[in-house]
Structures are given as C-alpha cells and as structure tokens.
C-alpha cells in the first residue's frame, strides 16, 4: 500500500479550476517532488494531502485514511510544514518544543530532536530572534515532533542563503534515512535533483510529467550544453543549423553558448576546426532538471 494516494484531484476557486484531475502516489520511504511555476496547484494539492482544504471531487489516502473525514488518525500520521508558518514572536524554540510535544499521546523525545536539528543551543532563544535557516529547522522538528509516518515539506528552503539551504537539504535526507516518507512542494530544480526519488510537475493544475530526476531530464530537447569563446568571428547562424543543435546564443563578452543533444559537442568542434577557429575557455554540460522543467511547462521557475 502506498502511504500517499492522490485520485483524481479537483480544486476550483471562484470557478476557476487550480487543481484539474492530479492523481499519484507516494511509496513508503520515498522523497516525491511535487514541482511547478507559481499558481500551478501545488500547495493546494498538499493542503488537500494534509486535510486543510476539502476536494471538490476525486479521493485523497495517507496511509489508507481520508485526511477529512479520518482528521485525527491523519493528524498522527502526517506532519507538516507548511509554504508560510509563524510562531509568537516571545514563544522560545524550548516552549514551542513542549508545546507542540504535548499535544500527540506518543510524542518524539523534543530533545533528542533539537539536538539532531541543530537547535540544542538556541533553545531558550525566542523565535523573533531566530535565523532563517533556524526557523526552517525548527518547523521541520515541529512537524516531526509527533512521529508521523510521512511529513510534507512545502517551500522548504525559500529566502535561505545557499549554506543554509544545502545544511537542509542534508536534513531532508537524514529525515527519510530514518524512515520518514517525505512530500516535498519546491520550485528550486537545483533542490528537487538532489533530493528526489519521483517527481511530477504542475502545471495549470495538471501533473505534465511524472518520473524520476533522470528519467525528466532525458526528456529535455537539448542535453547537451556548450558554451566558449572563439578565437576568431565566427558565423553564430550557422552553428545553429548543426546536426543536433536546439539554439545558439552569444553573450555581449562573445561567449557563445551551444544548446543540443549528446552528438553537439563534436558536430560543433568539427566545424570550428574547419574553420580555423579554436574554442577558448570550453565548458560542457549535461542538462538539468531546469532544462526539463522549461520544455514542460514553457515557463521559467
């Protein structure tokens, strides 16, 4: 049995569909991505998963509950953080601890769990003179303090400097090493890569692909990308009608930049030799999930 079952999900505000026919699961132990531009239907897809918002139509199961109409079985089974969370601002990291503790009959031991999460020392600091990334850690242990099975993760590690967000990645991970299934809503493709086992993409409501990091980026037109400096003025048009190139861009500096498949690189360097001209400053690159996410959706992050 899956621990997440999504079936056809429908969500309209005002008459306007936000989520259109979303169905997927989430395997026991997974990390799933839930990827799309802003206004996709992703935080209203989870809110449906944690029982916040009540489907027009089609059926969501976490762990074979209805986050509805079984609301505390759920409650036990799920922690939550969600896309925006305050706490009081006098509230310590230690009494939001206790408090939050004190609500589940089998609670984590708060300790143990600041202590993992890097809060040990911030405990008698109040919330308001909280970092970012220690904010993150700290929902992150509020949403793990009643052991649920799954957790959902909506918008992570947004507005964290990059050494914040990459210590929290590191944290996702230990969370699913130690059990937990994790559902994570995101718009960084940097995170999503690094993290995911599956992925479906949002768009306008619609899950447009679903697959695994690898299995989405194959999907890209282009592959491949080359990017240098000539060491003479070359004709940018004609790289463009090489076997295999999808575009061709030159920066203002002169680097020109290659887009293609795996066969660009040496259908390009064939034709520089041909010509005279030699590649300075080289770079080759596979593509990313970034790559896959714009040919999906035809939309920037």
Request: with cysteine.
């Amino acid at each position: 049995m899956a621990m997440i079952e999504v079936r056809e999900l429908h969500k309209s505000y005002g008459g306007r569909k936000v989520v259109d026919g979303v169905s997927f699961e989430v395997a026991e132990g997974e990390i799933f991505g839930i990827l799309g531009p802003n206004g996709a239907g992703k935080t209203t897809t989870v809110e449906c998963v944690e029982g916040l918002r009540t489907p027009d139509s089609g059926t969501v199961r976490v762990a074979g509950h209805d986050p509805v109409a079984d609301r505390e079985q759920v409650t036990l089974l799920l922690g939550a953080q969600l896309q925006e969370s305050l706490l009081q601002d006098k509230l310590t990291v230690r009494e939001a601890l206790e408090l939050y503790a004190a609500c589940y009959p089998r609670p984590a031991d708060w300790r143990e769990l600041a202590d993992r999460l890097g809060l040990t020392e911030r405990l008698d600091i109040r919330f308001a003179k909280l970092s970012g990334g220690q904010k993150q850690r700290l929902f992150i242990a509020l949403a793990l303090i009643g052991n649920p099975r799954a957790v959902v993760l909506d918008e992570l590690t947004t507005g964290l400097d990059p050494r914040a967000r990459r210590d929290t990645w590191k944290l996702v991970e230990e969370v699913r090493d130690s059990g937990v299934t994790v559902l994570l809503v995101s718009h960084f493709m940097e995170e999503a890569q690094r993290l995911c086992d599956r992925i479906a993409v949002v768009d306008r409501g619609r899950i447009t692909a679903l697959d695994t990091p690898a299995g989405l980026i194959g999907r890209a037109a282009a592959r491949t990308v080359v990017s240098f400096l000539p060491s003479a003025p070359l004709d940018v048009r004609a790289l463009g009608a090489l076997e295999s190139a999808v575009s061709v861009e030159e920066a203002r500096d002169g680097r020109i930049t290659v887009t293609g498949t795996d066969d660009t690189t040496s259908a390009l360097l064939s034709h520089l030799a041909r010509h005279g001209v030699t590649a300075h400053h080289l770079r080759v690159s596979d593509a990313t999930l970034d790559d896959a996410f714009l040919d999906l959706t035809g939309t920037d992050t």
